[in-house]
């Protein structure tokens, strides 16, 4: 199970941290990721993080704005969000992927690559 949480409403510019809670055995998975989805557009990748942490990778629409990390020893995985402005207002979603090879790659970063998925939690930025 994945449990999201962390969202809220902020003003242009300013900042988030978003937290994803893992039960069970997901948090070992092979890659994590944020998504997010606005009412009547696709989910798209954000971000992902491999199983130890020692890999991340980012969309180009994110990147340098927000950073994805992991805490193993609480099973969470963080996005922290800054610079945000409006187009970054959606729900986020947290989800985890196992293909047998650890690590995140870039042909398997769409959202029907991965296996586990949380409830969201809304980010709105005004």
């Known amino acids: 199970q994945l449990v999201e949480s962390g969202g809220g409403s902020v003003q242009a510019g300013g900042s988030l941290r978003l937290s994803c809670a893992a039960s069970?055995?997901?948090?070992?998975?092979?890659?994590m990721g944020w998504f997010r989805q606005v009412p009547g557009k696709e989910r798209e990748w954000v971000a992902a993080i491999d199983r130890l942490g020692g890999s991340t990778s980012y969309d180009d629409s994110v990147k340098g704005r927000l950073t994805i990390s992991r805490d193993n020893a609480n099973d969470i995985v963080y996005l922290q969000m800054s610079g945000l402005n409006p187009e970054d207002t959606a729900m986020y979603y947290c989800?985890?992927?196992?293909?047998?090879?650890?690590?995140?790659?870039?042909?398997?970063?769409?959202?029907?690559?991965?296996?586990?998925w949380g409830q969201g939690t809304q980010v709105t930025v005004s």
């Open positions: 989800a985890a992927q196992y293909t047998g090879i650890s690590g995140c790659y870039s042909t398997s970063l769409s959202p029907s690559s991965f296996d586990y």
């Open positions: 069970g055995d997901i948090f070992n998975s092979d890659c």
